[in-house]
């Protein structure tokens, strides 16, 4: 069974820009989060999504937004790129019944913005 | 609020000694707990978890850890340390509505 792929794995934007950014779920799974990843910071919950509908939403500004297709696969997107959006992001994806289940996560996409 | 505390950002320990990792939270009800590993460049991989019955949950890896309501405390175990269990370790906690809440993370270095 193929892990949760996330593309691309690196991206080096400017200061203004927008970026996209994809995750291909494990197959069967319905949910797919997205987190922020930087040093000291741990994990930051972005957003989560089941079924092509947004269940939950952590505290970011709008310029960070998602989507979900009917296949399950997920992009996030970024507009108006700021200094500080420079981090790992990670997606994962699970079953999406309950939060006792296991979250497999793929390898990130790290993200520069200079 | 829930939230969940690693209080150690980075610990070092010699190979084949014991290793604790410290995780506290706080969460209203019954939480749902999970101890993850990441490696460098890679993503997180589950370790253990615990959401019911015994409280010491085995892993993989020879990993474990207790669950102790009244501390609010889930520490991760691990008799003996090998060189390659060096990697950043990630208490979380499962909250409402699908959202699971992550610590800061504790880096673990192994001393050869």
């Known amino acids: 069974k193929a892990g949760v792929t996330q593309t691309p794995r690196y991206l080096i934007k400017t200061r203004g820009q927008q970026v996209t950014l994809s995750c291909s779920p494990i197959?069967?799974?319905?949910?797919v989060s997205w987190y922020q990843q930087t040093p000291g910071q741990g994990l930051q919950f972005l957003f989560e999504?089941?079924?092509?509908?947004?269940?939950n939403k952590g505290n970011f500004p709008g310029r960070f937004s998602g989507r979900q297709f009917s296949n399950s696969r997920s992009e996030m997107n970024v507009s108006t790129l700021e200094l500080g959006d420079s981090a790992l992001y990670l997606c994962?994806?699970?079953?999406?019944?309950?939060?006792?289940?296991?979250?497999?996560f793929g390898s990130g996409t790290q993200l520069s913005v200079l | 609020a829930q939230s969940v505390t690693q209080p150690d950002i980075h610990i070092t320990v010699s190979e084949g000694a014991s290793l604790e990792l410290r995780c506290n939270y706080s969460?209203?009800?019954?939480?749902?707990l999970f101890w993850y590993v990441q490696s460098p460049g890679q993503g997180l991989q589950l370790l253990l978890k615990?959401?019911?019955?015994?409280?010491l949950v085995q892993g993989i890896k020879g990993f474990e850890a207790e669950f102790k309501r009244s501390q609010s405390s889930f520490n991760l175990r691990k008799p003996s340390v090998h060189w390659s269990d060096a990697a950043e370790y990630f208490c979380?906690?499962?909250?409402?509505?699908?959202?699971?809440?992550f610590g800061t993370g504790t880096r673990l270095k192994v001393l050869a």
């Open positions: 979380a906690v499962g909250a409402w509505s699908y959202k699971y809440i």
């Open positions: 197959s069967g799974h319905r949910s």
């Open positions: 994962a994806s699970s079953l999406g019944e309950a939060t006792n289940e296991k979250l497999f």
């Open positions: 969460y209203g009800a019954t939480p749902y």
């Open positions: 615990y959401f019911s019955g015994d409280t």
């Open positions: 999504y089941f079924s092509e509908t947004q269940r």
